[in-house]
């Protein structure tokens, strides 16, 4: 099974800018899906972004539109999340989700005001 490693996470000032990495390894890589989930303390795991295989198809979250952008290298396995702009709000648990079923384990963004 396909298992997906987040890094790239950290802690940053309001207003400034974090690239997200994951990395899918094992298993059968095929053509799917990706996305970026985050969960703030005491709230609900929400969704942030995804992207088609062929990257042509993007969706963000309206809290994230025009400040965050998904990209992924497939010759790499590697989905990216560039986040601009960031404000405390976007301070959360990042998650990585390969195709439908498979998460990673997550990295911590903490942005100050």
């Known amino acids: 099974q396909v298992q997906p490693v987040e890094s790239g996470g950290g802690l940053v000032q309001a207003g400034g800018s974090l690239r997200l990495s994951c990395v899918a390894s094992?298993?059968?890589?095929?053509?799917?899906?990706m996305s970026w989930f985050r969960q703030a303390p005491g709230k609900e795991r929400e969704f942030v972004a995804s992207?088609?295989?062929?990257?042509?198809?993007?969706v963000y979250a309206d809290s994230v539109k025009g400040r965050f952008t998904i990209s992924r290298d497939n010759t790499k396995n590697t989905l990216y999340l560039q986040m601009n702009s960031l404000k405390p709000e976007d301070t959360a648990v990042y998650y990585c989700?390969?195709?439908?079923?498979?998460w990673g384990q997550g990295t911590q963004v903490t942005v100050s005001s």
């Open positions: 989700r390969y195709d439908s079923d498979s």
């Open positions: 094992g298993g059968t890589f095929r053509a799917a899906p």
């Open positions: 992207i088609t295989w062929s990257g042509s198809g993007r």
